[in-house]
């Protein structure tokens, strides 16, 4: 298996370096040549397996220059029970049909531990395999749950150090008091006051930085990337959804062949685009239902073929969705336009310079027929909240809401019955203020005490990870504007 730049079709690596680079020296993402098959007899032997048998079987098929032994060993320690006390990924339905993927059990509680939990054992292993002697920098931009999945995934990994900037006020109170009270000694935890699409673009800046570079190749070292757009964390968000469609199949829910539609709460569109690299490998997906909050620019692009990004930015209750610019769109973009590394060119050239590009109708109609588009405001995240509550006895956090919002939304609109997969992509109690104040608890205090308030109220387990983070010590405090990050990171590297 081959991986290219959506932004220069002769770039030529394999997943190895794909994964140690993170993004092409262009500026483009990798994509694989060709989307591999995942056949039907595969599909339906899924039914029995476990979560780490399926995902070497899906991995094996992307990542070929790794052995079978070396992926095995990936996905036993980041799949272990130790990280997943509970279950690797649950699935709740919630009506018949409706099901609810769980993909919070890991040790951050956010759906991004899938990925982050196994990226740092491919970058070791890729590091072996093209005998790279060098210390690797991660960079991370985060809204919020990136960065706490991506230093529990690289605290003390040998050979990495990790630095994780978010916006100072874009993420919840117990986001960013998971962020600072990170231990490890190889850890760098940074506020910036300004928002995510802004650490984005100060991360994306730094990595194309050329004096920097040459800079830490003098000295042994290499930036690399945690953020969605590693190929690395791509590939383990399609595993899950081929393990959830054979779970349908083994409980007897679904027969082989049927479709599903796929439902995401949706940012970097990170996510939703595995879902369609879950499809396109054979999985028999009808529909997939991008569900954005108010900071709808992905609606409106798949409605319209109008990417505008010139627009007020709002912060939600669903703060990992506050995004602007979906940096993961640019591979779905890649595929439709028949591996158009000029057309990619092109429309992000136009988005860099004005915030603005436009696609033609063959795209647009390839949007619309993959894809449906919604947005949910704020009430209706507390309502889809409060409304599961009490009618299905079910707690879900505000970024699930906005799915199962925009998924009704989609049912009323075209009366679909397809069975669904909606994916939940956070434990309620990370959002816990939000969701308490939805189902109408009271509780003006801190977010310690709120979590014990929503105990109380939905008589959910409170997660380990999540319990006495109160008494733990803040061990990060910078804070920096977004025109000192180069300087902030060239210091660092210094030392
Ligand atoms: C990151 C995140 C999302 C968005 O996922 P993308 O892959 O960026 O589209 C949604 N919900 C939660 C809780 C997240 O942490």
């Known amino acids: 298996m081959i991986y290219t730049s959506t932004r220069d079709n002769s770039v030529k690596v394999i997943s190895a370096n794909a994964i140690i680079q993170g993004i092409s020296k262009d500026g483009g993402l990798f994509v694989p040549r060709e989307i591999p098959r995942f056949s039907a007899d595969e599909i339906k032997a899924a039914a029995d397996m476990d979560y780490t048998a399926l995902a070497d079987a899906v991995f094996a098929k992307f ?115 998971q962020m600072v009270t990170q231990e490890g000694g190889n850890v760098r935890v940074c506020a910036l006051r300004g928002n995510f699409d802004d650490c984005q673009n100060g991360v994306k800046a730094i990595f194309t930085d050329g004096t920097i570079r040459r800079n830490l190749a003098e000295n042994s070292m290499m930036f690399s990337s945690a953020n969605s757009i590693n190929w690395g964390r791509l590939a383990p968000q399609i595993v899950y959804y081929i393990y959830a469609y054979s779970r349908l199949l083994a409980a007897g829910k679904i027969a082989q062949g049927d479709e599903v539609n796929i439902a995401v709460p949706t940012g970097n569109f990170g996510n939703i685009l595995a879902a369609y690299y879950a499809k396109k490998m054979g999985l028999p997906v009808k529909k997939m239902i991008c569900a954005s909050n108010i900071n709808n620019v992905l609606t409106d692009f798949i409605n319209t073929g109008v990417y505008d990004r010139n627009r007020e930015f709002f912060t939600t209750s669903s703060p990992s969705m506050d995004i602007l610019i979906s940096s993961n769109l640019e591979r779905l973009l890649y595929h439709f336009s028949g591996n158009s590394d000029e057309a990619v060119r092109d429309w992000f050239g136009q988005l860099q310079d004005s915030g603005r590009y436009e696609v033609g109708a063959d795209i647009k109609a390839q949007l619309q027929s993959e894809f449906y588009a919604g947005c949910c405001n704020e009430a209706d995240t507390a309502a889809t909240v409060r409304g599961l509550f009490e009618k299905n006895s079910y707690l879900c956090d505000t970024h699930t809401a906005v799915a199962v919002k925009v998924y009704n939304d989609y049912c009323g609109e075209t009366g679909d019955k397809t069975p669904v997969i909606i994916a939940s992509t956070a434990n309620p109690y990370k959002f816990g203020k939000d969701v308490l104040a939805a189902i109408g608890g009271k509780c003006n205090t801190d977010e310690y005490e709120t979590v014990e308030c929503l105990n109380k109220k939905s008589g959910m387990e409170i997660p380990k990870p999540l319990l006495n983070l109160g008494n733990k010590e803040i061990l990060h405090k910078d804070v920096i504007n977004t025109k000192g990050m180069r300087e902030y990171v060239v210091r660092a590297i210094d030392n």
């Open 63 to 177: 990542l070929t220059d790794f052995t079978p032994e070396e992926i095995s060993k990936c996905t036993l320690s980041a799949y272990s029970a130790a990280n997943f006390p509970a279950k690797t990924v649950g699935l709740h339905e919630l009506s018949e049909g409706v099901n609810v993927l769980e993909l919070w059990h890991g040790p951050t509680c956010a759906f991004k531990d899938m990925a982050l939990q196994i990226l740092p054992h491919f970058l070791s292993a890729s590091m072996k395999k093209i005998n790279l002697n060098k210390k690797i920098i991660i960079l991370v931009a985060t809204s919020g749950d990136t960065g706490k999945a991506a230093l529990e995934g690289f605290k003390d990994v040998k050979g990495t150090e990790i630095m994780v900037f978010y916006p100072e006020n874009g993420v919840s109170p117990m986001q960013k008091a």
